[in-house]
């Protein structure tokens, strides 16, 4: 029941962030397609997010995961 209402803030927090951002003048609140265009404009930002991608996914997805075809 906590990591449900942790998970249920964080993304409620990141709606709210977006809301600002689309809703602000474009200067004044960054949305996270604003982020994402500044991180991915160089090699690094690219390589780093990949980086982080792969991080969460095997962390979410693929620890503690069992092959389906074992007994």
């Not at 449900?4 to 409620?12: E, Q, Y």
């Not at 689309?22 to 994402?36: K, Q, R, Y």
């Amino acid at each position: 029941m906590v990591a449900f209402i942790g998970w249920t803030v964080l993304i409620a927090a990141l709606l709210v962030w977006e809301g600002i951002g689309l809703v602000a003048p474009h200067d004044g609140w960054p949305t996270f397609s604003d982020m994402f265009n500044t991180i991915t404009r160089h090699a690094g930002g690219r390589w780093l997010l990949f980086a982080v991608w792969l991080w969460l996914g095997f962390h979410l997805f693929v620890r503690g995961w069992k092959f389906f075809l074992r007994g």
